[in-house]
């Protein structure tokens, strides 16, 4: 899924900052080192963007675990376990029988997360029997609105056909997983859960599969008879973690928005003697924009009252791990 711009360039903003206020970050100086292959001014911005914020991503989990080093080489004693371990588990298994309903055919999957927990659709199975479309499309469907959130083409082959996916789910979302019969012949599913190393019907009364999972409540039921096994992972999301967080995190995104554009005006060959922002300011601003990122980072030490997540963000425990797969 995109990700959300917390600071805009320009116009409205959750976080009360514009990036254009940043010192030498003009829509002017953004539009000097845009080029064709980055197209537009707001394209452009949002590559800045998106290295800036997962930049955080990596610091602020060293920060708050207890392994970021500062520059006089000590290190940030961190007060919270961030758990990245990832959970797996599969929707079903292939029967012998061969599906013979029309339309689109998949399964419904309902996700409850816990607070800082995302889902991931990482893989679609599909035994076919016979080739009818030389291409054939998963789609990933929103229930609420009906729109598709995740279209992937793939040519298929006779037998399982694993099918990479990778659709990240960040909310609470009811979707579909499905294929479109027309194209393709396939066998049927059986609606069972692998998880924790077990096979697990887990009816939940209306025909299809429910279990608690990585914190959250996640279900599953076949759609018009099924016949696609979704291979689903959980994770900790760490941009849920500083979304949900934003008031504490916001400088720090504000000065590596600045960080990262004064890198690119540094090392650009896009500028000349009319150039406004000139090397050597850039090279200042970068100078600066590192030290209240780092300034900012640390401020992060004093933290106590952010909301804990029991599975993906608590006081320092233990961490556990367990293989999924069969």
Do not use: H
Not at 21 to 36: A, C, K
Not at 167 to 174: A, G, I, K, Q
Not at 233 to 239: F, I, N, Q, V, Y
Not at 241 to 258: M, Q, T, V, W
């Amino acid at each position: 899924m995109a990700l959300e711009v917390l600071i805009p360039l320009e116009g409205p903003s959750v976080t009360g900052l514009q990036a254009k206020e940043l010192m030498g970050l003009t829509v002017n100086s953004i539009n000097e080192l845009t080029d064709s292959d980055t197209g537009t001014f707001q394209k452009y911005y949002d590559e800045i963007y998106m290295r800036s914020y997962r930049a955080l991503e990596v610091d602020a989990q060293k920060i708050l675990s207890g392994f970021y080093a500062l520059p006089d080489g000590t290190y940030i004693a961190g007060k919270f376990n961030i758990n990245r371990k990832v959970g797996t588990l599969l929707t079903g298994r292939f029967l012998d029988q061969l599906q013979t309903d029309n339309g689109l055919a998949g399964v419904n999957v309902y996700w409850t997360p816990s607070l800082y927990n995302a889902l991931n659709v990482q893989y679609v199975y599909i035994n076919v029997t016979e080739i009818i479309n030389s291409t054939v499309s998963i789609v990933i469907v929103d229930n609420l609105t009906g729109l598709p959130l995740s279209v992937t083409n793939f040519d298929p082959v006779m037998g399982v056909n694993k099918v990479p996916i990778f659709f990240d789910v960040e909310l609470t979302y009811d979707f579909t997983v499905g294929v479109d019969l027309s194209a393709v012949r396939i066998k049927q599913t059986e609606q069972l859960f692998f998880v924790d190393g077990s096979w697990l019907n887990g009816l939940n009364g209306i025909g299809g599969c429910k279990c608690n999972y990585m914190g959250g409540e996640l279900s599953s039921i076949q759609q018009n008879g099924g016949g696609l096994i979704v291979e689903l992972s959980g994770r900790c999301s760490l941009a849920k973690f500083i979304n949900l967080n934003i008031e504490i995190f916001k400088y720090s995104l504000y000065y590596s928005i600045g960080r990262e554009f004064m890198k690119d005006r540094i090392t650009s060959d896009r500028v000349n003697q009319y150039t406004v922002l000139t090397l050597e300011r850039a090279t200042q601003l970068l100078e600066a924009y590192e030290k209240d990122y780092v300034n900012s980072l640390q401020t992060l030490r004093g933290i106590n009252n952010i909301p804990e997540d029991t599975v993906c963000f608590c006081k320092k425990r233990g961490v556990y791990s367990t293989n999924l797969l069969p």
